[in-house]
């Protein structure tokens, strides 16, 4: 499987943006879609995982409650929705796969090549 991130852009603070991961190749039921982000100087961290199964989800207290993960199966494809966005979300935002339902990023072990999302102040 490999995944193909995309819809990253400029968006002005309070405003919103969606985020597509595009897989190729089969996503197995027991796989974990997970999105991170990595701001300039900073550590890859954490926004959400979604179970492919269940869509079961989890986020990370900076995004919970302005961010979604949703799925398309027949298009085998996941997405991050973005409201409220802030400055502070700013990054590039990268979709990967893992068969864990993890916060961590060692666990997962297919990546996309990530998309940058600016947000104005």
């Known amino acids: 499987v490999q995944l193909q991130a995309s819809g990253g852009g400029l968006v002005q603070a309070g405003g919103s943006l969606r985020l597509s991961c595009a897989a190729s190749g089969r996503i197995y039921s027991s796989y974990v879609m997970g999105w991170f982000r990595q701001a300039p100087g900073k550590e890859r961290e954490f926004v959400g995982a979604m179970r492919w199964s269940n869509t079961n989800t989890k986020y990370a207290d900076s995004v919970k409650g302005r961010f979604t993960i949703s799925k398309n199966n027949a298009k085998n494809t996941a997405y991050l929705q973005m409201n409220s966005v802030k400055p502070e979300d700013t990054a590039v935002y990268y979709c990967?796969?893992?068969?864990?339902?993890?916060?961590?990023?060692?666990?997962?072990?297919?990546w996309g090549q990530g998309t940058l999302v600016t947000v104005s102040s």
């Open positions: 990967a796969a893992s068969t864990q339902y993890s916060t961590q990023r060692s666990e997962y072990f297919i």
